[in-house]
T-cell receptor
Framework: GEDVEQSLFLSVREGDSSVINCTYTDSSSTYLYWYKQEPGAGLQLLTYIFSNMDMKQDQRLTVLLNKKDKHLSLRIADTQTGDSAIYFC????????????FGKGTKLSVKP | GAVVSQHPSRVICKSGTSVKIECRSL??????MFWYRQFPKQSLMLMATSNEGSKATYEQGVEKDKFLINHASLTLSTLTVTSAHPEDSSFYICSANPWRGVETQYFGPGTRLLVL
């Protein structure tokens, strides 16, 4: 079945870049997503990428997709303490009405 | 942007009671809504897919008689946890796909359920 893997923790200093990595197994995934979850809150969509793209940039966020290796990464430039949260990678299963398969989440800690 | 609300945000109940959680899409119509469950420090696990006007599709291992889902309109889906037990304590999150079938889901803020 489908599986999404992420490292569980990442710690960076304020001002540095953060890179969160994700691997997935379903080669038919059409969209891949990054969500942010702050403590006690729901999920906030950060960005997504269509599978025929290899890069997408949105302000401080850069998503890189290596479809051959089924590897997705999220780079946050100039990381701030407000970026501390859990970041979930997800792939869509089954077309535009399909559910999302989530990784376990990477907890990003930003030290001042 | 698309907004999804959930009510209540937090609920504490006694074991054996039933709890209803509402999920509403506030500014769009959602033909499909999803219910997820998240245990502490865990990922989201899909419980069921709710389609307006038809029966929900439950994931393997999720008891449909315990977790009742009703998607009565294009803007409202409800999850009822029947005869709740302490092991049902969790964070329940819904999400919705807009009618226009855009490429993402919008998530509600979640409902924290604590069963004593």
């Amino acid at each position: 079945g489908e599986d999404v893997e992420q490292s569980l923790f990442l710690s960076v200093r304020e001002g540095d870049s953060s890179v969160i990595n994700c691997t997935y197994t379903d080669s038919s995934s059409t969209y891949l997503y990054w969500y942010k979850q702050e403590p006690g809150a729901g999920l906030q969509l950060l960005t997504y990428i269509f599978s025929n793209m290899d890069m997408k940039q949105d302000q401080r966020l850069t998503v890189l997709l290596n479809k051959k290796d089924k590897h997705l990464s999220l780079r946050i430039a100039d990381t701030q303490t407000g970026d501390s949260a859990i970041y979930f990678c997800a792939e869509r299963n089954g077309g535009s009405q399909g559910n999302l398969i989530f990784g376990k989440g990477t907890k990003l800690s930003v030290k001042p | 942007g698309a907004v999804v609300s959930q009510h209540p945000s937090r609920v504490i109940c006694k074991s054996g009671t039933s709890v209803k959680i509402e999920c509403r899409s506030l500014d769009f119509q959602a033909t499909t809504m999803f219910w997820y469950r998240q245990f502490p420090k865990q990922s989201l696990m899909l419980m069921a897919t709710s389609n307006e006007g038809s029966k929900a599709t439950y994931e393997q291992g999720v008891e449909k008689d315990k977790f009742l889902i009703n998607h009565a309109s294009l803007t409202l889906s409800t999850l009822t946890v029947t005869s709740a037990h302490p092991e049902d304590s969790s964070f329940y999150i819904c999400s919705a796909n807009p009618w226009r079938g855009v490429e993402t889901q919008y998530f509600g803020p979640g409902t924290r359920l604590l069963v004593l």
